[in-house]
């Protein structure tokens, strides 16, 4: 089990950035896959960046592709969101969610693949 608390969130101006990160404790973290999702108001729950365990694999959701990388530094239990060019549709609140990976190199991208969720953090990108 881990837990998971996403830090980082506010409000920016189109064409800022934001980094948020997703800290976590509990069993080892390498053995996680992690992804970012996000949801607007109104809309369903997405998947924009998905990781694998060591990091060596990663997904962009076409959306965000170019603008967004996600990444992991497993010695300090953190996967990072880095949020460039911000446009105002990328406001939503976004959310880390992590699972125990039997194939480290593998990602998942659908909200049931994971069980494991931070409460969010919120994103504004102002126009």
């Known amino acids: 089990q881990v837990q998971l608390v996403e830090s980082g969130g506010g409000l920016v101006q189109a064409g800022g950035s934001l980094r948020l990160s997703c800290a976590a404790s509990?069993?080892?973290?390498?053995?996680?896959?992690v992804a970012w999702f996000r949801q607007a108001p109104g809309k369903e729950r997405e998947c924009v960046a998905a990781?694998?365990?060591?990091?060596?694999?990663?997904y962009s959701a076409a959306s965000v592709k170019g603008r967004f990388t996600i990444s992991r530094d497993n010695a300090k239990n953190t996967v990072y969101l880095q949020m460039n060019t911000l446009k105002p549709e990328d406001t939503a609140v976004y959310y880390c969610a992590g699972r125990n990976s039997f194939y480290a190199g593998l990602y998942y991208t659908r909200t049931y693949d994971y069980g494991y969720w931070g409460n969010g953090t919120l994103v504004t990108v102002s126009s």
């Open positions: 990781i694998n365990g060591d990091g060596g694999k990663t």
């Open positions: 509990g069993r080892t973290f390498t053995n996680y896959a």
